[in-house]
């Protein structure tokens, strides 16, 4: 259990990463409480410094006794090293925030974003999973409609930017436009296609049923994360030629019926949640407008006349920060928060 302090040691794992990076940003914006910050990534990054509120803290590579001291760890270094080093911090009295895929659907670990289920953290034993960034910003939405009309269906098409899979794609995707700009050969590595000026619906690896890893894990977290496994969620994933932000086309079916306005009145007064919405006047959630932004914008909503209770959305949220680096810090303000004044459901 997290002792209660004016100020904490934090420790960021896979820091030099697009993710670690924007979670120092997040931690210093957000003025959370550190005592000291200790920064953790791969050899090759080891005798960098990094800035944080004005100081310079070094760069390190993890050992047993790296989380000594240690009272929360944010980690985004990949499943590998979370299934290595959690259970180290765990063990040496740290709590561990995840972002990897490892512990997000281990029972005994608490899925949490705390706009819809910030009650689930007192489950946890020491490691908290943060969701994939598709579904934190989708379940964000969901969860106000589910609470109002019960959710029985999902189909959800997403177009992710290649921030997901990390710095060296966004250096693909800028090399590549120049590339083909300038008229020279275009060269990949990062992804089987090119991924300029074009969508690639890859997301991880394929599974035997044709459906891929990420596409499962949004239909696993969202069934998890709200409770309730009767829903049925089906999703296709796509990567486009966008370096920030994710958006999501959602046709939802609900038990009870609601009307668009229904919708947007039950939106407007969500958590994290801002009801982007005019198409006559051509406002709708854009990834350039919603970069760098806390919220998860919705819009597009408009009832699906093929079925009586459907629901369409299109919903748009940085990937970076709601869908990794802010989760977290939300999270670890959640566990040192007096008891009286933590939020969420």
């Not at 189909?155 to 966004?170: L, Y």
């Not at 690639?200 to 891929?212: E, N, Q, S």
């Not at 890893?213 to 089906?234: F, N, P, Y």
Request: proline share 4%; charged share 25%; aromatic share 6%.
């Amino acid at each position: 259990m997290l002792k209660r302090k004016k100020a904490y040691v934090v420790a960021v794992v896979g820091a030099t990463g697009a993710v670690g990076e924007e979670m120092i940003s997040t931690l210093e914006q957000r003025e959370f409480p550190v005592e000291k910050l200790r920064l953790f990534a791969s050899e090759r990054s080891e005798g960098r410094t990094m800035s944080f509120d004005g100081r310079d803290f070094p760069v390190e590579t993890l050992k047993t006794d790296s989380f000594a001291g240690v009272d929360i760890a944010l980690f985004s270094a990949g499943g590998e090293r979370s299934a290595r080093w959690a259970p180290v911090a765990v063990k040496a009295g740290c709590i561990v925030i995840d972002n990897s895929s490892q512990w997000r659907m281990d029972p005994e670990v608490p899925l949490v974003v705390p706009e819809v289920n910030a009650k689930d953290l007192k489950h946890h034993k020491g490691i908290i999973a943060n969701p994939n960034c598709s579904t934190i910003q989708m379940v964000v939405v969901l969860k106000p409609i589910h609470d109002a009309a019960r959710i029985r269906r999902i189909v959800v098409t997403t177009f992710q930017s290649v921030s997901g899979t990390g710095k060296k794609a966004m250096e693909e995707l800028g090399q590549q436009t120049a590339d083909l700009l300038n008229l020279r050969q275009v060269q990949k590595s990062v992804y089987p296609h090119q991924i300029a000026f074009n969508c690639i619906p890859h997301i991880d690896a394929f599974l035997d049923d044709g459906y891929t890893k990420e596409e499962m894990k949004m239909a696993k977290e969202t069934k998890k994360i709200l409770g309730d496994e009767s829903i049925r969620v089906t999703a296709t994933a796509v990567r486009v030629p966008v370096f920030r932000c994710h958006s999501e086309s959602l046709n939802i079916e609900t038990e009870k019926k609601m009307t668009a306005n229904e919708v947007r009145a039950v939106l407007a007064d969500a958590p994290g949640v801002i009801v982007y919405d005019a198409p006559e006047k051509n406002i709708y959630p854009l990834a350039i407008d919603v970069a760098d932004k806390d919220d998860t914008y919705v819009g597009r909503i408009r009832e699906d006349e093929t079925i009586a209770n459907g629901i369409n959305l299109w919903i748009v949220s940085d990937n970076l920060r709601k869908g990794a680096a802010l989760n977290a810090v939300q999270i670890a303000e959640l566990l040192i928060a007096p008891a009286g004044r933590r939020t969420g459901n």
